[in-house]
T-cell receptor, first 114, second 115 residues
Framework: DGGITQSPKYLFRKEGQNVTLSCEQNLNHDAMYWYRQDPGQGLRLIYYSQIVNDFQKGDIAEGYSVSREKKESFPLTVTSAQKNPTAFYLC?????????????FGPGTRLTVL | AQSVAQPEDQVNVAEGNPLTVKCTYSVSGNPYLFWYVQYPNRGLQFLLKYITGDNLVKGSYGFEAEFNKSQTSFHLKKPSALVSDSALYFCAVEDSSGSARQLTFGSGTQLTVLP
């Protein structure tokens, strides 16, 4: 069953803790993305990666970090420096970061800071 | 800079009636336009896209969208709405002249189809 998986589905964090969100794809896509979704604001790009061992900051990268050691995996770490981390986080992938390439999304992780 | 606007936060329509969800965009070059749908606590599902060619694009689940360059719009339409179409709809744009291939999303429109 091909697709994008994200885990966990729900995540609770205490203030001051770092947490890592998992994103895995078996679509053989080169490009992967992380978005944050807040009510009434649509999706905002955090980081993206066009190829293994390379990634770029998106519009709201402060307080987040990523790695891309494998083609299939693009984990996102929410650090204690992120001032308002409670949100719904969506991972996406596309064949390549080209203008006609459709992005396909995972089911999301809802992060709540206690 | 590229931007996209969805002027309606909420659209209500009766089942069986036609539906329209509005989207306008702003780009420097040619636009690449997308529609996605999101059900509660789920990821986004791709519906359709416009890259070039025919201005009327047909997508999944009976949805279609019309690209209008003069009005810079890309409205989503369906001839006969179903209760199961109730969801959050997002329009997204990518500027063909941009150096970084990034999608910019609208704020979303909540569609409610009333039985």
């Amino acid at each position: 069953d091909g697709g994008i998986t994200q885990s966990p589905k729900y995540l609770f964090r205490k203030e001051g803790q770092n947490v890592t969100l998992s994103c895995e794809q078996n679509l053989n896509h080169d490009a992967m993305y992380w978005y944050r979704q807040d009510p009434g604001q649509g999706l905002r790009l955090i980081y993206y990666s066009q190829i293994v061992n390379d990634f770029q900051k998106g519009d709201i990268a402060e307080g987040y970090s990523v790695s891309r050691e494998k083609k299939e995996s693009f984990p996102l770490t929410v650090t204690s420096a992120q001032k308002n981390p409670t949100a719904f986080y969506l991972c996406a992938s596309s064949i390549a970061q080209g203008m006609t390439d459709t992005q396909y999304f995972g089911p999301g992780t809802r992060l709540t800071v206690l | 800079a590229q931007s996209v606007a969805q002027p309606e936060d909420q659209v209500n329509v009766a089942e069986g009636n036609p539906l329209t969800v509005k989207c306008t965009y702003s780009v420097s070059g040619n636009p690449y336009l997308f529609w996605y749908v999101q059900y509660p606590n789920r990821g986004l599902q791709f519906l359709l896209k416009y890259i070039t060619g025919d201005n009327l694009v047909k997508g999944s689940y009976g949805f279609e969208a019309e690209f209008n360059k003069s009005q810079t719009s890309f409205h989503l339409k369906k001839p006969s709405a179903l209760v199961s179409d109730s969801a959050l709809y997002f329009c997204a744009v990518e500027d063909s002249s941009g150096s970084a291939r990034q999608l910019t999303f609208g704020s979303g429109t909540q569609l409610t189809v009333l039985p």
